[in-house]
């Protein structure tokens, strides 16, 4: 089949502004979005080699999506020892988290940028003889380049949002020919899977990579530091916080904190760079701030703004109470509740979790909350401070436990299409 017309533009368009991509690249470098060190990776010039054998090539966008990996991973070097493994992922703090996280064996590259010298270099270079992508990921030149050099290609976990699923639906022919690439395509929920198939794609069955993770790791040190450093101060997290929802979290703790005034709230925005803006949102509430990324402790603050990577595992441990952010304000869709529910820790979330349908199991269940509103925050804050929530927390976790049972192991299928 001829490629679509579109797809066709896309190539010229795309081919057209690389020339720009060096510039702009160096742009977001300078503002720290970018490793300067590596911005020849997202060209598509590998700073690696390619190891011999068999390869299998994993793409995550950014943390949570090569978070998700880290099962698959595992499953994939269990299952066919010889294979090598390269991850990809497309942001910085990504490929930090990945070099914290990943067994040394495994390799670790930026994705390339979308255009089509880029992605032929990455895949001429790397030759992958199996592409997985997960969740959301569609780039039309990279999954073409592949396609094109003989990859068998999966897309898992595969979500779908209603604004890019009206966005493919304007071009039908050049959805139908880049999903069509794919031989295998398991949705994440049934919503992804009525809108994939709609689009074009043959959709086999359902997988959730987030299921059956494991729990999040947490320094052993570092833990004992912090809980002789807090002795009997009871912590509230507020895990993953973006932009609108801070002033929020910390009105509640302020008023919740009343009622124990030697409370501790670890604040841990999502994108750690933004903890001098968080911390200057603590002190105009009239709160004291210790900052991780600096070295301080919590000591005496209010507040300890912990915007440093890969230790959300410390914070659950400690919490009585964890508020799960990208909730309380739109177009963010919610974060993972199986990571405070794993950790037995209570957690309530905000009303915008379209996101991850598994919070309506949690719900049903009696195994957390919605909090939409500034004195629902403030009550359960409360409730944490005064009496914990034990009951909360056992139901989280065994809700957790019964569905990552329910994820199942994809490598062996993933196998058979490379014939491994």
């Not at 101060?233 to 002033?247: M, N, Q």
């Amino acid at each position: 089949m001829s490629r679509p017309a579109s797809l066709a533009l896309y190539a010229v368009a795309s081919g057209l502004v690389a020339p720009l991509a060096p510039g702009l690249l160096q742009g977001r470098a300078r503002r720290g979005k970018e490793d300067p060190e590596r911005l020849g990776e997202r060209l598509g010039r590998s700073s690696l080699s390619r190891p011999d054998g068999q390869l299998a090539w994993l793409h995550g966008a950014s943390v949570g999506e090569g978070l998700s990996l880290l099962p698959l991973v595992d499953g994939l070097r269990a299952a066919g020892p010889d294979l090598q493994i390269l991850v990809t992922t497309g942001t910085r703090a990504s490929a930090e988290v990945m070099a914290q996280r990943l067994p040394p064996s495994v390799l670790h590259q930026f994705a390339p940028v979308d255009t089509p010298d880029a992605t032929a270099r990455f895949i001429a270079h790397w030759r992958p003889d199996l592409g997985v992508f997960v969740e959301s990921e569609l780039w039309p030149n990279l999954i073409a380049a592949a396609r094109g050099a003989g990859t068998r290609l999966a897309l898992v976990s595969a979500r779908m949002s209603e604004a890019s699923f009206r966005g493919w639906r304007r071009f039908p022919r050049a959805a139908a020919a880049t999903l069509g690439a794919f031989e295998l395509v398991l949705a994440r929920d049934e919503v992804a899977a009525a809108r994939l198939t709609a689009l074009g794609a043959r959709v086999e069955g359902a997988w959730d990579a987030k299921l059956g993770a494991g729990l999040l790791p947490a320094d052993p040190d570092a833990l004992a530091a912090l809980r002789t450093d807090l002795a009997e101060r009871p912590v509230i997290l507020a895990a993953s916080t973006h932009p609108g929802e801070e002033p929020i979290v910390l009105a509640a703790f302020r008023q919740a904190a009343e009622t124990r005034p030697d409370a501790l709230l670890v604040l841990v925005p999502r994108h750690p760079a933004r903890g001098a803006e968080v911390e200057a949102l603590v002190r105009a509430q009239g709160l004291t701030a210790a900052r991780r990324s600096h070295g301080e402790d919590p000591g005496g603050a209010a507040v300890y703004v912990a915007d440093t990577l890969g230790e959300l595992g410390l914070y659950l441990r400690l919490a009585r109470l964890a508020f799960v952010g990208g909730s309380l304000v739109d177009g963010v869709g919610g974060h993972n509740p199986l990571e405070p529910a794993r950790l037995g820790c209570a957690f309530v979330t905000g009303p915008h979790t379209e996101h991850w349908p598994i919070y309506d199991a949690f719900l049903a269940a009696g195994a957390t909350r919605r909090v939409g509103k500034l004195e629902d925050l403030v009550a359960v804050m409360v409730e944490a401070l005064e009496s914990g929530l034990a009951d909360m927390a056992r139901r989280a976790e065994a809700t957790a436990t019964g569905l990552d049972r329910d994820g199942r192991s994809l490598a062996p299928r993933l196998l058979e299409l490379i014939g491994s």
